[in-house]
């Protein structure tokens, strides 16, 4: 008892003296060990201490009863986490965790559903020779795009994406697609066609400003639907898609004759069956049949988007099947990357005059470009196009590390020579003022900040094949000094 009255000789509380007490009667009962008393302990230790004489009855009992109470609340706080554990437990799968990982998405626990922000931001500048005053020849400043974008997966197999160019208020891609496994993926909507590796390359990954003459005779996006795959993944693929024929954000308009266009691509990486690292031997064969409507025909405008050189009259009679083949190479070994195409595109059909006609368009560029940072081009090729380029030490304010720096050189050619201004009406005459062929010669500088940012400084000179009318006279050539500051995420 001589604890007792030593802890109330302490003026302790009630409760604080008791504990007292029994950590003293504890370190007796022990030869002066201390140790915790678990609660299911506690109370085989009180009547320990009850038999020893250590605890009068009420103080016996009140310990005993407080001890119980302590032992109730764990069992209850216990109970409470469990509970929330298997309730976070329950809710996992559907809850959406954020991350920004070159964009801004939302995952699901089960990594079974997820969405996605996107968007890309260019703002250009160009810069022209040309003394005249045709509006595409004005020194300007223009928001080439402004992307904004959303697209996602459900249930793991069905991704979708709705894209706009608020720049230029037109919808860019809206598509459903499901997927298969590698071997086998079916996408219907509006989308780019799968024709030209140069084309394939989103805008934001491209290796110069613009992209190449042959571009004019590319399918480009359309509304359709595709069933495509890589039987090798990045080595061997092939894609199959029926499209409208028309252009993006345009329906089938003519009735009478249903001629979609039908188009095919196959591409096969040779590097990695030869097993060469840090290397990309890329083919790809593309063709293309359909129709064009009534009253159109094709054109061609300079890489540095200034002068329109090439500008027959339109086709008429009842229909023009359109037959386009091509041809892609890229050669790439760490740093260096060569790529080329061609392109031929055939024009046939019956004028209005009933004249037969069967014209050709010939197009193809050859690029060289060096990473002079030592960024591999094998590390952002698919079978698919470029992607993102990430410099080895990304450009930051204080510290040392200055982007990504690559130098390119392209030349590219669009030959129509069968367009000539002596052509029967309706059957391809190249109208006055424009010419049947120019070439371009593109030298371009880019600088990669970081992953998400791209600044491009291009010099473009395009020589035509005879004079081009322009307000105040003719021009034999254009010159043009661009510029991009580019974002997307």
């Given at each position: 008892m001589g604890s007792n009255t030593k802890a109330n000789n302490l003026g302790l509380p009630n409760l604080a003296r008791k504990r007292v007490i029994l950590a003293a009667s504890i370190a007796a009962l022990f030869g002066g060990l201390s140790a915790p008393a678990h609660s299911a302990d506690s109370e085989a230790l009180i009547d320990k201490l009850r038999?020893?004489?250590?605890?009068?009855?009420?103080?016996?009992?009140?310990?005993?009863?407080?001890?119980?109470?302590?032992?109730?609340?764990?069992?209850?706080?216990?109970?409470?986490?469990?509970?929330?554990?298997?309730?976070?437990?329950?809710?996992?799968?559907?809850?959406?965790?954020?991350?920004?990982?070159?964009?801004?998405?939302?995952?699901?626990?089960?990594?079974?559903?997820?969405?996605?922000?996107?968007?890309?931001?260019?703002?250009?500048?160009?810069?022209?020779?040309?003394?005249?005053?045709?509006a595409n020849s004005a020194n300007t400043f223009d928001i080439r795009r402004a992307y904004l974008g959303v697209s996602g997966k459900l249930y793991n197999d069905w991704t979708f994406e709705v894209t706009s160019d608020v720049a230029n208020s037109s919808l860019e891609y809206a598509y459903v697609n499901y997927k298969a496994g590698d071997v086998v993926q079916v996408r219907m909507g509006a989308f780019k066609m799968p024709f030209s590796f140069e084309e394939l390359t989103s805008s934001r990954f491209i290796d110069y400003q613009e992209r190449s003459l042959v571009n004019a005779l590319i399918p480009g996006k359309d509304q359709g639907f595709m069933i495509y795959g890589e039987p090798v993944k990045n080595t061997v693929g092939y894609w199959l898609a029926v499209a409208n024929g028309s252009g993006k954000n345009a329906d089938e308009a003519n009735a009478a004759v249903d001629g979609k266009d039908l188009i095919a691509r196959v591409a096969v990486n040779l590097a990695p069956m030869m097993e060469l690292s840090n290397t990309v031997l890329h083919l790809g064969v593309n063709y293309a049949s359909g129709t064009i409507p009534v009253g159109a025909a094709p054109?061609?405008?300079?890489?540095?988007?200034?002068?329109?050189?090439?500008?027959?009259?339109?086709?008429?009679?009842?229909?023009?099947?359109?037959?386009?083949?091509?041809?892609?190479?890229?050669?790439?070994?760490?740093?260096?990357?060569?790529?080329?195409?061609?392109?031929?595109?055939?024009?046939?059909?019956?004028?209005?005059?009933?004249?037969?006609?069967?014209?050709?368009?010939?197009?193809?560029?050859?690029?060289?470009?060096?990473?002079?940072?030592?960024?591999q081009y094998a590390e952002n090729y698919t079978l698919g196009g470029m992607r993102a380029i990430k410099p080895n030490n990304p450009f930051k304010k204080g510290a040392d590390g200055w982007g990504g720096w690559e130098l390119g050189v392209r030349y590219s050619v669009l030959d129509a020579g069968d367009f000539t201004a002596t052509n029967a009406v309706g059957t391809g005459v190249l109208t006055a003022g424009t010419t049947n062929k120019a070439d371009a010669l593109t030298v371009g500088l880019k600088w990669i900040p970081n992953t998400n940012t791209r600044v491009y400084l291009n010099y473009i000179q395009t020589d035509f094949d005879t004079p081009v009318a322009v307000v105040g006279g003719t021009a034999d050539s254009e010159k043009a000094i661009t510029l991009r500051a580019a974002v997307f995420f």
């Open positions: 038999e020893k004489g250590v605890l009068s009855e009420q103080e016996y009992q009140e310990m005993r009863t407080e001890t119980r109470a302590e032992r109730r609340a764990q069992a209850l706080k216990e109970a409470n986490e469990e509970e929330k554990k298997a309730k976070k437990a329950e809710s996992a799968p559907s809850e959406l965790t954020g991350r920004f990982k070159d964009g801004f998405s939302w995952e699901s626990g089960d990594k079974q559903h997820s969405i996605s922000l996107s968007g890309r931001i260019q703002a250009d500048y160009r810069s022209f020779d040309n003394d005249s005053t045709n054109s061609g405008r300079t890489e540095g988007r200034g002068l329109t050189f090439f500008t027959p009259a339109a086709f008429d009679g009842a229909e023009t099947d359109r037959e386009r083949t091509g041809l892609e190479g890229v050669l790439a070994w760490g740093p260096v990357k060569v790529q080329s195409e061609w392109v031929k595109a055939n024009f046939q059909g019956t004028s209005a005059g009933a004249v037969g006609y069967d014209r050709n368009i010939d197009s193809y560029y050859a690029a060289v470009n060096w990473m002079i940072t030592g960024e």
